[in-house]
T-cell receptor, first 112, second 116 residues
Framework: QKEVEQDPGPLSVPEGAIVSLNCTYS??????FMWYRQYSRKGPELLMY????GNKEDGRFTAQVDKSSKYISLFIRDSQPSDSATYLC????????????FGGGTRVLVKP | EAQVTQNPRYLITVTGKKLTVTCSQN?????MSWYRQDPGLGLRQIYY???????DKGDVPEGYKVSRKEKRNFPLILESPSPNQTSLYFC???????????????FGQGTRLTVV
């Protein structure tokens, strides 16, 4: 079983819809939780970063972390075709250094 | 502009021919690492470095070498490439994490390697 599980999709939504993404994990030591966006043939770029549990909002993006359930989510409101990409969750434990453990990524397609 | 630069972006080589993929960052980050990305397996860490002359294995280090002689550079070396090393490779850099601190990792654009 992988340490971080993420549905590969693809997830297809109409423009303007809310995109809901999530990951589950098994390592209770994870304290840092990140969402990366990766466009085709590009490197991952950090979207959201959360330390420990709670919610964080940045523009159209909201990240949620529920450590008791080992479950993290990313919501994208008012989705745009430019949001079409692969979304990767990643997490780390500061005591183990900067190593990121990634989910496999969810491919999202926002149709105009 | 803050960036991580990898070269080359694309490389086709033959089995056994030594190659080096370069990585350079301009953010004075202590921590640098290499990942490979494969369909269905996601990104997996190959090697990492916490500072100059300090390197260690990640999850999939077999067949790879690294060196960190300067803070900004972290080359990935394949001494004898094999077809199972065909993959998309990413270099990343970040400040060294401390509890509650920033752990944002910046990634390069990737190197697509094909070994035939």
């Amino acid at each position: 079983q992988k340490e971080v599980e993420q549905d590969p999709g693809p997830l297809s939504v109409p423009e303007g819809a809310i995109v809901s993404l999530n990951c589950t994990y098994s390592n209770s030591a994870f304290q840092y939780f990140m969402w990366y966006r990766q466009y085709s043939r590009k490197g991952p770029e950090l979207l959201m970063y959360t330390y420990s549990s709670g919610n964080k909002e940045d523009g159209r993006f909201t990240a949620q972390v529920d450590k008791s359930s080992k479950y993290i989510s990313l919501f994208i409101r008012d989705s745009q075709p430019s949001d079409s990409a692969t979304y990767l969750c990643a997490m780390s434990d500061w005591a183990a250094g900067n190593k990121l453990t990634f989910g496999g990524g969810t491919r999202v397609l926002v149709k105009p | 502009e803050a960036q991580v630069t990898q070269n080359p972006r694309y490389l086709i080589t033959v089995t056994g021919k030594k190659l080096t993929v370069t990585c350079s960052q301009n953010m004075n980050h202590e921590y640098m690492s290499w990942y490979r990305q494969d369909p269905g397996l996601g990104l997996r860490q190959i090697y990492y470095s916490m500072n100059v002359e300090v390197t260690d294995k990640g999850d999939v280090p077999e067949g790879y070498k690294v060196s960190r002689k300067e803070k900004r550079n972290f080359p990935l070396i394949l001494e004898s490439p094999s077809p199972n090393q065909t993959s998309l490779y990413f270099c990343a850099s970040s400040l060294l994490t401390k509890q509650g601190g920033d752990t944002e990792a910046f990634f390069g654009q990737g190197t697509r390697l094909t070994v035939v």
